[in-house]
């Protein structure tokens, strides 16, 4: 199947400070890449849906001021956490689609793991 | 898309089949079922997906019944790398189709 990678995998960061998270399509040009967010011994929770050059579209309770996605070319998108608090620590989660390139599949990354301390 | 039930636990043992099952009862006709595993502390990984035929592909199989109300997620010789949480998903394939996850079926293989 096709490949997606995130970077970094394992983040620590103090409170008030951004940090940004990467996902990259390796081998595929991704049009659509999405972010999930996932809290311990809970499902995946989708954060938003982003097309490469336009606007992400972010799921009702998510704020988009915090939570900044850009997918600025067809293999890579970034979440960057603002202002980060320890309640944003989670295991962060993209997956990326093409139906030109990787057909009705959705690939995922290995996640991102955030802490804030 | 249509919401899916699973039933929360099973298990198997190693080197049998695990057949995992999934309701759809509200499935429409552009609508495909899609199977992806999440093994702890991992990204969730694709396994294989069908609209109504019968799939099967070097990792699992997938059954669907004919009226398409229900599917069952067959893998032939589970072994203990197959312990991991497993989400029946629907979803239709237009663009920015996404997938909605439910709480899956945590599936355990012991020895």
């Known amino acids: 199947g096709a490949v997606v990678s995130q970077h970094p995998s394992r983040v620590i960061c103090k409170s008030g400070t951004s940090v940004k998270i990467e996902c990259r399509s390796l081998?595929?040009?991704?049009?659509?890449m999405f972010w999930y967010r996932q809290f311990p011994k809970q499902s995946l929770m989708l954060m938003a849906t982003s097309n490469e050059g336009s606007k992400a579209t972010y799921e009702q309770g998510v704020e988009k001021d915090k939570f900044l996605i850009n997918h600025a070319s067809l293999t890579l998108s970034t979440l960057t956490v603002t202002s980060a608090h320890p309640e944003d620590s989670s295991f962060y989660i993209c997956s990326a689609y093409s139906p030109a390139n990787s057909g009705n599949t959705i690939y995922f990354g290995e996640g991102s793991w955030l802490t804030v301390v | 898309d249509a919401k899916t039930t699973q039933p929360p636990s099973m298990d198997c043992a190693e080197g049998r089949a695990a057949n995992l099952p999934c309701n759809h009862s509200t499935i429409s006709g552009n609508e495909y079922v899609y199977w992806y595993r999440q093994i702890h502390s991992q990204g969730p990984q694709y396994i294989i997906h069908?609209?109504?035929n019968n799939e099967t592909n070097e990792m699992a199989s997938l059954i669907i019944t004919e009226d398409r109300k229900s599917s069952t997620l067959i893998l032939p010789h589970a072994t203990l790398r197959d312990t991991a949480v497993y989400y029946c998903i629907v979803r239709h394939t237009g663009a920015n189709s996404k997938l909605t996850f439910g709480k899956g079926i945590t599936l355990s293989v012991r020895p």
């Open positions: 081998d595929f040009q991704a049009t659509t």
């Open positions: 069908g609209l109504k």
